[in-house]
């Protein structure tokens, strides 16, 4: 018989009552992990490691046990003799947290106790540096790692995390920002958040607002000295008070380097023991990494380096400083690394020689991906010297902002023709600018259209877009791709990207203000991308916006982005086709037309997807021409399906399986269904005497988001409901100044956005609620009792047929509800717009009529009180109602009410008066007469 493990002291956890940003893609890795039973999280300080375990085990319901190897009480119940217990109901897992203070004794106990208890029992072993575990014994499972790369935050990570963890949302901008000055480290982010609270944060400037490197600033740059100092106590306290002094002193002395190698710290400190120094170093603190590449070559986090060099020159003051970074530029620069010797001599001030490098690297060191040196410069110097201008120029070409590229290119270009008359080396060198100049001003719009193209990661940036397992990993490896280059405009693209295939109100509205921000900041094919993003998003989501991919679609044409235009084309014609716009049919055959000159596969099976909506005697035939243009590619990926997002069920194709996204609080509604399917409408219940309301079952329609002209057709459509209205009628309404085209245009938008808030309510039934009907549109079509305008008028109408039969008791019946009904004015928030003001003053002359019926019968059958009821609520809805003073002042006789009879005629004379009547050939009212009921034809 099997041993089995002891039991007491498993316990299943409750999620935490903080908030905390689930990490998917780790929770899928740490599943993983226990199909083998057995788990490596190692990674340093402040990196949530507790945080993702806790927050794991409680959604997963495992049945959990943490030992802390900083225990020793702990540990030793590792090594105790296997009980044979009946283990808990659930899974359970085993986590050793602070493994790294375990002594070699105890971890040898540890490994026992994983072989005999794996895969049975899942073991997740937490350590900031990688434990002593002889891997190799055959008993031993092979585990899965978790290391620091893998728990960094992402910048889409980071965004969400402020935006719904700490609920202060951030630009793309500022999540870039904290990504490259935090290397996505728990701790420095939480302790910026800390200086936020704090009030350290200067308030945010206007995103499209240079600075001098012409970089966007964000809050995350600047004004930070709060969080700064709450995050160096941090590292303080928590690793270098931990540290012997000599070690201290060590790594304070070589963060002067950007990488430090064993011959360049030896030659820095004049000593021979910088590698086993090194060695221990990244033993005992996961923050010093050896580069897995070269073993001599070690990494700091930069949070610890830049903290280093605080330290650094605290102590000694800024001219050492100097000195000692010029140091370190001459020893870098015996081993040929150019790039990081630029930087040194920046660091260091040290002009000169920084100049002889840049004549000799010119070509390298402006490059974005080595032009680091330049944020080290002063202002002065960078606006003077031309190497500096053609370094910001590139820099500028690689964001996006090709006019503000060739201006500073033009003045640098015109500086080193200026300087070229000097030594041969020099003239060489300020030829070779001069020609780097020369490209940037050349680079225009069309020219980068063709390169992102032709590029294999814009390629791979699109290609993310599908519903890829992998989307994560390929997006992680493409951010870091586009840092390493220096292309910021990928950078940013593929954090638009990422926070798109998640769309939530956010994350869209966070994109979109940095599309602002390009456009501001002239940088129109980098604010094109963005646009292009949360296109894809609302797609991807069921609520495509008709409004946004008309306008790329214009913007691809201005840009000549053949490709773009095709996408955005087929786009816009699937829409069309899934909210039934009436000229689907011609957008679709364009967009198959603009698809095929431009080769674009993909954007064609859409367009067939589109025409198999609109033509269904042919949809088997196209839908099958749709699947062969987007069979998988060779390396298994199949391109962008767009009709399985949106009419999946209207096609009968195959939907892709839903991305999990982030979840922080409430469960996320994505409104992920199908935009084609029609839904049923027995619950539809609409107010319109009042504030509008539109309720489909226990949703209700959230109609504050929407524009005020779309509230408004929407309004005009529900207040006639069950009948079709003619568009002429709905332009003269709402686009009379207008012409036809633009305003049938303006039409279309309206009703697709009046349908796309249709659909937060009543996913699938957009088209149901809100028809097309040839030219015209209706709301709920063919149904007479959806809103209280529609059941008004049929308790009118009941009325009508019960007083014309002298069934007096059904008649009074009607009315009241009737008057019931009526509980306000039509539509009072849309003022006297002419489309509301005659429908508004014809029911409120129905509804006083009613009443005053009522009151009259009322009276026939004696009953005071309801009759003065409803008479009061008569002459309040018609103050010139005459028969319903008349049968309030008789009321109030009837009641025994001489005072509030004599009062009722008292107004009942003011109101003759005003209208010029001779009060005194109106004696004092009797009993009202009895009107006989309105036709029908009278009524309208």
Not at 281 to 308: F, N, T
Not at 417 to 424: L, V
């Amino acid at each position: 018989m099997a041993d089995t493990v002891q039991c007491a002291g498993w316990q299943q956890r409750n999620p935490r009552d903080a908030p905390v940003l689930r990490r998917e893609r780790l929770h899928h890795a740490l599943d993983r992990a226990m199909d083998v039973g057995f788990a490596l999280v190692v990674s340093p300080i402040g990196t949530g490691k507790t945080t993702l375990l806790e927050d794991w085990v409680a959604h997963r319901e495992l049945r959990v046990r943490w030992v802390r190897g900083s225990a020793p009480h702990e540990v030793g119940w590792l090594s105790q003799p296997p009980q044979s217990a009946n283990p808990p109901e659930g899974r359970r897992v085993l986590v050793l947290d602070d493994a790294q203070a375990i002594d070699t004794v105890e971890l040898l106990a540890v490994q026992r106790y994983i072989e005999r208890a794996t895969p049975r029992v899942g073991v997740v072993v937490v350590s900031r540096t990688l434990p002593a575990f002889n891997l190799a014994r055959r008993e031993m499972p092979m585990p899965v790692l978790l290391t620091e790369d893998d728990l960094r935050f992402r910048p889409w990570e980071i965004a969400t995390l402020f935006a719904d963890v700490y609920q202060m949302p951030i630009s793309q901008a500022a999540a870039l920002d904290l990504t490259t000055r935090t290397d996505g480290w728990a701790a420095a982010l939480q302790f910026h958040r800390l200086g936020r609270d704090a009030g350290h944060v200067a308030p945010v400037p206007n995103p499209a607002a240079p600075n001098r490197r012409g970089a966007s600033r964000t809050w995350a740059g600047q004004g930070t000295a709060g969080g700064d100092r709450l995050l160096g106590g941090y590292v303080d306290r928590e690793v270098l008070d931990r540290l012997p002094s000599a070690l201290v002193r060590f790594l304070t002395a070589t963060s002067v380097f950007d990488t430090v190698t064993v011959d360049r710290a030896n030659a820095l400190l004049g000593t021979g023991t910088a590698g086993e120094t090194l060695r221990a170093l990244s033993h005992r603190e996961g923050l010093i990494r050896a580069d897995p590449a070269d073993g001599c070559a070690y990494h700091y986090h930069p949070v610890l380096r830049a903290h280093l060099r605080s330290r650094l020159t605290s102590e000694l003051g800024h001219r050492p400083v100097r000195e000692l970074f010029d140091r370190a530029a001459t020893i870098v620069g015996d081993t040929d690394d150019v790039v990081e010797e630029a930087v040194a001599r920046a660091r260091a001030g040290n002009w000169a020689a920084l100049s002889r490098l840049l004549r000799r690297h010119g070509s390298l060191l402006t490059n974005p991906a080595g032009s680091g040196w330049l944020d080290a410069l002063p202002v002065g110097l960078s606006n003077d010297d031309p190497w500096a201008g053609l370094a910001l120029a590139r820099r500028q070409l690689s964001s996006g902002q090709l006019e503000a590229a060739a201006r500073t290119a033009s003045h640098a270009w015109d500086a080193f023709e200026a300087g070229s008359s000097g030594d041969e080396s020099a003239a060489e060198g300020a030829a070779e600018g001069a020609a780097l100049c020369a490209e940037v001003v050349d680079a225009g719009v069309e020219r980068m259209i063709n390169r992102l193209e032709d590029s294999r990661l814009v390629t791979a940036a699109v290609s993310v877009l599908v519903d890829a397992e992998d989307a994560t990993s390929r997006l992680d490896d493409l951010f870091v791709d586009a840092r390493a280059t220096g292309q910021v405009w990928l950078a940013r693209a593929v954090l638009a990207i990422a926070l798109s295939r998640e769309p939530r109100e956010w994350t869209l509205t966070t994109v979109r203000q940095a599309a602002l921000a390009r456009d501001a900041a002239g940088d129109e094919v980098g604010a094109f991308l963005l646009e292009c993003a949360v296109a894809v998003g609302s797609l991807r989501v069921g609520s495509p916006d008709v409004d946004l991919l008309d306008r790329l679609v214009d913007r691809a044409r201005h840009l000549r982005w053949a490709a773009a235009e095709a996408w955005l084309r087929a786009g816009l014609a699937l829409t069309g086709a899934c909210l039934d716009l009436p000229e689907a049919v011609v957008s679709a055959q364009t967009a198959a037309a603009v698809a095929r000159s431009a080769g674009s596969d993909g954007a064609l099976a859409t367009a067939y997807a589109a025409l198999a909506i609109l033509r269904p005697e042919s949809r088997a035939d196209l839908l099958a021409q749709a699947e062969r243009l987007t069979e998988p590619t060779t390396g298994g990926h199949r391109p962008m399906r767009p009709w399985t997002w949106l009419a999946a069920d209207l096609l009968e194709v195959e939907a892709p399986p839903q991305n999990p996204g982030p979840r922080t609080g409430a469960a996320r509604t994505t409104g992920r269904e199908s935009v084609g399917r029609a839904g049923d409408l027995a619950s539809l219940d609409v107010r319109c005497f009042g504030d509008l309301r539109i309720r489909l079952g226990a949703a209700e329609l959230d109609l504050t988001r929407v524009r005020p002209v779309v509230r408004a057709v929407l309004s005009a459509l529900i207040v006639r409901a069950g009948r079709p209205v003619h568009r002429d009628e709905l332009i003269e309404w709402f686009w009379p100044a207008r012409t036809e085209e633009p305003s049938v245009h303006s039409l279309h938008v309206a009703i697709s956005a009046a349908r796309r808030a249709i659909e937060t309510a009543a996913p699938g039934q957009s088209r149901a609620v809100l028809a097309r009907r040839g030219e015209s549109y209706a709301f709920a079509p063919g149904r007479g009792d959806v809103s209280d305008v529609q059941r008004f008028r049929t308790q009118l109408s009941l009325a009508d047929a019960a007083g014309a039969s002298h069934n007096a008791e059904a008649e009074r019946a009607a009315l009241t509800r009737a008057v019931e009904l009526y509980a306000a004015h039509l539509l009072p928030h849309e003022g006297a717009v002419e489309w509301v003001v005659a429908l508004r003053a014809e029911l409120c002359l129905l509804a006083a009529g009613a009443a005053t019926r009522l009151a009259v019968l009322h009276v026939e059958a004696s009953d005071a009180t309801a009759a003065i009821t409803a008479a009061s609520r008569a002459v309040e809805l018609d103050p010139w109602n005459d028969a319903g003073w008349r049968a309030l002042i008789a009321a109030h006789g009837m009641a025994g009410s001489p005072a509030a009879a004599s009062l009722a005629q008292e107004g009942y004379q003011r109101m003759l008066r005003s209208l010029g009547v001779d009060s005194a050939s109106h004696g004092p009212a009797g009993r009202p007469a009895r009107r006989r009921p309105p036709t029908p034809q009278e009524r309208l």
